[in-house]
């Protein structure tokens, strides 16, 4: 199959902390430099657990957009979209106990517009993934909704992730929600502060709650998370699992989760 994902592709920036963060002195760490953003997570998982991968977004002209794109086409994903400005980079605050705080800069990203896709990237499409980071704001909603519109041209079913309860609460979760749904989503992901602060499902509509250590929902399919010998880092461990769902269902979704807590960042 072919999984195409749209939205953000990063540089990230992943500080291990060996203690609680130190305000005003200085905190031993250990620091990985990789590439990132949800939608390239997603194409980056999906490859490597068997689909033919596609990324879809604006990057940017600039070092770290070439570094980023690089990295997602070592492992296996065709990166497709517009090059210009500014890439977008994130910085992840890793405590030792595995939870991670990101502080998060869009870059070019931001600014896809909706004539700048084309319809041969949508071509073939089985699966189209959608970050919710490409629906808080304009122009990039515009460029969501012309790629869900190409994609189901090309018999693609759709899913979203909800992405970040914070930017939803920023942007007002009815607008946010109302986004989503304009899309008619075949499936949407979201961790239990997303689904709080948006509300839960319509009718029709399979929502897959993830909740960390304790497991998932696969629409009302109750899951537990599979043991592991050591939580390393949860950076990107649902958009590992929102590739395994979408790639082998409720099991691979699992496997992938897994195996993306136990290693420094969130590309595989």
Not at 21 to 39: F, M
Request: hydrophobic share 50%.
């Amino acid at each position: 199959m072919l999984v195409c994902a749209l939205g953000d592709l990063t540089v990230d920036v992943v500080v291990r902390l060996r203690r609680p963060l130190v305000r005003g002195g200085d905190t031993p760490a250990e620091i990985h430099v990789t590439a990132g953003g949800q939608a390239a997570n997603v194409a980056a998982w999906a490859a490597v657990l068997g689909a033919k991968a596609r990324f879809l977004g604006k990057t940017g002209v600039d070092a770290g957009g070439r570094l980023a794109r690089a990295r997602l086409a070592e492992l296996g994903v065709e990166v497709v979209g517009p090059v210009a400005g500014r890439n977008g980079a994130v910085c992840s605050l890793v405590d030792p106990d595995g939870e991670r705080s990101m502080a998060s800069d869009r870059g070019a990203a931001a600014e896809l517009r909706a004539e700048e896709l084309k319809p041969e990237w949508l071509a073939g499409c089985d699966h189209l993934f959608v970050s919710g980071y490409a629906l808080l704001h304009e122009p990039a909603r515009g460029a969501a909704a012309r790629a869900v519109e190409l994609a189901r041209a090309a018999g693609s079913a759709v899913s979203v992730d909800l992405s970040s309860w914070a930017d939803i609460r920023d942007v007002g979760p009815e607008r946010f929600r109302a986004a989503v749904l304009e899309l008619a989503p075949n499936a949407v992901f979201a961790n239990e502060d997303e689904t709080a602060i948006v509300g839960g499902p319509e009718a029709g509509l399979t929502w897959i709650l993830k909740r960390g250590v304790r497991g998932c929902s696969f629409a009302g399919d109750e899951r537990p998370a599979l043991p592991v010998a050591e939580v390393v880092d949860t950076t990107g461990a649902g958009d590992a699992l929102a590739a395994g769902w979408i790639v082998g269902g409720p099991d691979l979704a699992l496997v992938a989760a897994a195996r993306c807590v136990q290693q420094v960042g969130a590309m595989p």
